[in-house]
């Protein structure tokens, strides 16, 4: 009876305990990986350091924030965000890993859910340190009389899910291109497209510019952030999705 018991617990929480168990190996996977530490500690040293040559070079105009200008133009972190959420799929593709991480985990669908739930958080916490970096150099570094540093809401939690949001995007995307340089190069071209084929399309290029994920950094000094880095998650967890069926067609 006990032992019935016992496993019917078991029984009803089986997608719970193994999706737990996925995101426990991801994070092994993340920490033991040089090359994927070594990304995420690009994205606060990107970060910072555009803050401060911002300040340094004394390049931005009276009653600019040194936060609105530092963290919108740290795109290069943004592409390194997305650069390692790709390689959490692509990488395991490249190397042939991912079939005895499929064989592990036979419900594939908690494969990615599990990449995608780790590249998010992960890069959110590191971007939210990078971003608290960034306000820190203001607060020492710049003439705050002439460029006032900027409020910490929205722009450094803006910052990480913005971050975090990319890393997702680039799960999905690993997903569905599989090959390392591929997808690296894929996640770049949805980052940089917009803002270089928009001003190419008149009207609708603003359009499509503002619905890019660089844009919602560079709406972080303000409110409007948050509509457009809940339209970036919204088409980031539809191309996961995406990636989950095209995961449970194809072959590993």
Known sequence: MSA?????GRRGTPVTAGLRRAVAAEWVKVY???SAVATLAMVPLLT???AVLVIVTGSLPPGETILAAGLGNAVPAQLVAGAFGAMLV??????GTIRPTLAAVPRRYLVLTAKALVAFLTVAVVALVAAGGAYLSGVLMADTARNPVGGVLPALPGFAVALGTVAMLGVAVGGLVRHPGAAVTAVTAILLGPLLIGPLLGDAGSG???ASPTAGLQKLADSGAWP????IT???LALLA???VALHRRDA
């Not at 019935?4 to 019917?8: E, K, R, S």
């Not at 457009?228 to 339209?231: C, G, I, V």
Request: charged share 15%; no cysteine; net charge negative.
């Open 4 to 8: 019935d018991l016992a496993g019917g």
């Open 32 to 34: 033991s990986v040089r």
């Open 48 to 50: 910072v350091g555009i």
């Open 90 to 95: 692509a990488g395991e593709y490249g190397s």
């Open 208 to 210: 499509l510019i503002d």
């Open 228 to 231: 457009t880095l809940a339209l």
């Open 234 to 236: 919204g088409y980031s």
């Open 242 to 244: 995406v990636a989950t």
